[in-house]
């Protein structure tokens, strides 16, 4: 081999070796760039009804969290956090080199039935969500009912078809006129009660459950503060129908 070709030689391993160095300099800058300079600042919490901001939080810095807004949001898309009680996804999104936004994508609760000093809370299908000790203020309890069991993710196990489609119109209504109830019950004869506050309010066998609900909320607003009884089990939307016996 002639003198000129050992040269070349070693130029090109000389030329790669400071290409390597370069490279393996640029890997080690960009590495330290990326875990000085993405520090997480302020972390911004959208989508929570059930939890509150500190909550979510604490919910995600229990599952692996990294303090680096690249890393969490990479993180998060491959490694989502999950079995979060009453909650279907977290996303985590980047928004600057020290925010992120946390979008929470809560389930969408109808309801819930006590079973064995226990929460079963459902969805407006009527599959079972979660089943927890923990009541909540804003899904209404249904009581009058009974089971042999409950499972998650399944529904709910109501032999008596008429009255599981009425208890779905009834939980689906509430949520259309936002309306403030704080429990359902199903009586011995078959008649439908509900509470809001300290108003009970009776509904009869709920074949005109949608008319009556329709007109409720701006009923209770009539009654704000009030105890006593309500009777809607005659009631008509046309004439108004409706009777307030207060306890006094």
Do not use: W
């Amino acid at each position: 081999m002639r003198e000129n070709d050992n040269k070349v030689i070693q130029f090109q391993k000389n030329k790669n070796g400071i290409i390597a160095a370069v490279v393996a300099v640029l890997l080690i800058v960009s590495v330290v760039i990326l875990l000085t300079c993405f520090k997480i600042d302020k972390i911004q919490v959208t989508g929570n009804k059930h939890y509150t901001k500190e909550q979510i939080t604490k919910i995600i810095k229990e599952n692996g969290y990294v303090d680096n807004s690249v890393i969490v949001m990479l993180k998060n898309k491959f490694h989502p956090v999950k079995d979060v009680p009453f909650v279907a996804k977290i996303s985590i999104d980047y928004v600057d080199a020290h925010t992120v936004t946390v979008t929470v994508y809560e389930k969408a609760l109808a309801g819930c039935i006590e079973y064995m000093d226990r929460y079963v809370y459902f969805d407006q299908d009527g599959y079972v969500l979660e089943i927890s000790l923990t009541k909540l203020s804003d899904a209404p309890c249904i009581t009058g009912m009974s089971f042999e069991s409950v499972e998650l993710h399944e529904k709910l196990p109501i032999k008596d078809k008429k009255r599981f489609k009425l208890i779905l119109k009834i939980t689906q209504l509430i949520n259309k006129y936002k309306l403030k109830i704080d429990s359902i019950q199903f009586t011995s004869e078959n008649e439908v009660l509900m509470y809001h506050e300290n108003i009970r309010i009776e509904l009869g066998d709920g074949s005109n459950i949608e008319e009556q609900l329709t007109d409720l909320k701006q009923i209770l607003e009539g009654l704000e503060g009030k105890n006593g009884v309500l009777d809607m089990r005659d009631f008509d939307t046309a004439v108004g129908t409706a009777s307030f016996k207060e306890k006094k």
